[in-house]
């Protein structure tokens, strides 16, 4: 079965610096999809990158991007130039490719923490 | 506004109680499913449905039902609510099977007493 593990319950950045949330998971699949959704105050889960396992570039949204590892399975975050509006749950989430399978499996979540 | 909406957004039961969560989206998503949210425990998926009037359980489906009579609509019923049911519970649509992502709902923040 498939498994992903955020190892960072919490993470602190400074206004304008750059962060890297982590996340890992196992699978034996080969293509795949992964996401990174932000969840506000406000609690709706919004979706921030999405990356496809068989493209190997990374995907890229702005200020986020990510760093997609596949042979590793790691699926790391970053956020740069970090906003007071970025602090928020994170939650990175994976996604098979097979037909007739639509859930997302979830990580635990990490809280960023933006200081003015 | 469009995208997917959920009601109530708190909600207090007694234990035995039941009740529907309502569920609506207007993006014309053939795919809808509920999420449930605990601490430390990220999303687990309860039920969800391809179409109107199909619809099949999740990782964690025992003590709610679902039913999907229509494109926009997806509730979920709490047949008799235990504490163990206490929750945020998410709705989300998709038009790809969430393969470009879900539309979440804003949630509803359920305690059963």
């Known amino acids: 079965a498939q498994t992903v593990t955020q190892s960072q319950p919490e993470m602190s950045v400074q206004e304008a610096e750059t962060v890297t949330l982590s996340c890992t998971y196992d699978?034996?699949?080969?293509?795949?999809?992964l996401f990174w959704y932000k969840q506000p105050p406000s609690r709706q889960m919004i979706l921030v990158i999405r990356q496809e396992a068989y493209k190997q570039q990374n995907a890229t949204e702005n200020r986020f991007s990510v760093n997609f590892q596949k042979a590793a399975k790691s699926f790391s975050l970053k956020i740069s130039d970090s906003q007071l509006g970025d602090a928020a749950m994170y939650f990175c989430a994976y996604r098979r490719t097979t037909s007739g399978t639509y859930k997302y499996i979830f990580g635990t979540g990490t809280r960023l923490k933006v200081l003015a | 506004n469009a995208g997917v909406t959920q009601t109530p957004k708190f909600q207090v039961l007694k234990t035995g109680q039941s009740m529907t969560l309502q569920c609506a989206q207007d993006m014309n998503h053939e795919y809808m499913s509920w999420y449930r949210q605990d601490p430390g425990m990220g999303l687990r998926l309860i039920h969800y449905?391809?179409?109107?009037?199909?619809?099949d359980q999740g990782e964690v489906p025992n003590g709610y039902n679902v039913s999907r009579s229509t494109t926009e609509d997806f509730p979920l019923r709490l047949l008799s609510a235990a504490p163990s049911q206490t929750s945020v519970y998410f709705c989300a649509s998709s038009y790809s099977g969430g393969i470009y992502g879900y539309t979440f709902g804003s949630g509803t923040r359920l305690t059963v007493v």
């Open positions: 699978t034996s699949e080969s293509d795949y999809y």
């Open positions: 449905s391809v179409g109107a009037g199909i619809t």
